[in-house]
């Protein structure tokens, strides 16, 4: 009974070490059929005289044009001026910084930047004078839909060591390209008309100080930092500025940047506007009242002084 267990578990023990190595060698052969299945990448050598190219090569930051491109950022010191009785004129600092700047110093000169301030627009007639029989008279006019009341340029330099002209006129940046709208029927009249009369308005402007230039009134205080003076008159109409940054360099316009200053009526002013627009007969009304009676106490009181 024992040796016919014995050679029953011996039986036993052989069968499960034939299974093993049949697996085991099937596994093989299956790895062995999977290599010979793979493909060998084999390099195809490149045509007889052809060139190779060269792998591309990262960016040298040493390169300008690798480097970002510069920005300009600007703001006013004051977004809203207030306008009363006493308003005596103003003065706006504008001041900025360039981003990604690459000049080492503010005395490099690397950039040049031009501040441009326009006043509301207002419509204008331009008359012209002449002499007739010893007499000055109106002889000629042209009409003006929207005229700048206001026009200030700051710069580093001269406008024209800045730009060139054509780039000075699309950006309508100096005297010459002051943005002025003729009214309707006023463009049948010859260019040389319209020049004249265009350079009336920005001499009479001038000598109101109503129009400004400062040619080296842009200062840098630092590799990025900038900062301009602006002065308004007091004889300035009211209403909104707009003020436009431009940023260049090689005389090339590369960024520019706007920003919005607001002058607005406060107190008793704001009060005798509005009533002067909302009510105009009743306002003319009592300012000839007022006229008649401050004439009339002035008369007494002279009157009574004489004796």
Not at 232 to 261: C, M, S
Request: with cysteine; glycine share 6%.
């Amino acid at each position: 009974m024992q040796r016919a267990r014995r050679r029953h578990w011996l039986l036993c023990s052989c069968l499960a070490i034939l299974s093993a190595a049949l697996l085991a060698s099937s596994d093989a052969g299956a790895q062995q059929r999977r290599q010979r299945a793979t493909p060998v990448p084999v390099p195809v050598p490149a045509p007889q005289g052809a060139v190779r190219p060269a792998p591309a090569k990262p960016p040298d930051p040493a390169d300008p044009a690798a480097l970002p491109r510069e920005t300009v950022q600007a703001d006013v010191s004051t977004r809203r001026v207030a306008v009363t009785s006493t308003f005596s004129g103003t003065e706006i600092v504008v001041f900025g910084a360039i981003d990604n700047s690459r000049q080492a110093s503010p005395e490099a000169g690397l950039y040049d930047v031009v501040v441009v301030v326009v006043g509301t627009p207002t419509r204008l007639e331009a008359r012209k004078k002449n002499r007739v029989l010893g007499v000055w008279l109106n002889t000629d006019s042209l009409s003006f839909e929207s005229v700048p009341n206001y026009y200030s340029i700051v710069s580093t330099r001269p406008l024209d060591e800045v730009a060139s002209e054509e780039v000075l006129k699309s950006m309508e940046i100096g005297f010459d390209y002051v943005p002025m709208v003729l009214a309707k029927g006023a463009e049948t009249r010859g260019a040389a008309e319209i020049k004249a009369f265009r350079d009336a308005i920005v001499r009479l402007k001038r000598k109101d100080k109503l129009y400004s230039q400062d040619e080296y009134g842009v200062a840098f205080i630092g590799r990025s930092l900038f900062r301009a003076t602006v002065d308004v008159p007091a004889n300035v109409v009211v209403g909104p500025f707009d003020t436009r940054v431009f940023l260049f360099r090689n005389r090339e316009l590369i960024h520019q940047y706007r920003a919005r200053l607001d002058l607005e009526r406060e107190g008793i002013e704001d009060a005798l506007h509005a009533f002067a627009f909302r009510y105009p007969l009743s306002y003319g009304i009592i300012t000839v009242l007022l006229a008649v009676a401050s004439g009339l106490l002035a008369s007494a009181v002279f009157r009574k002084g004489a004796h």
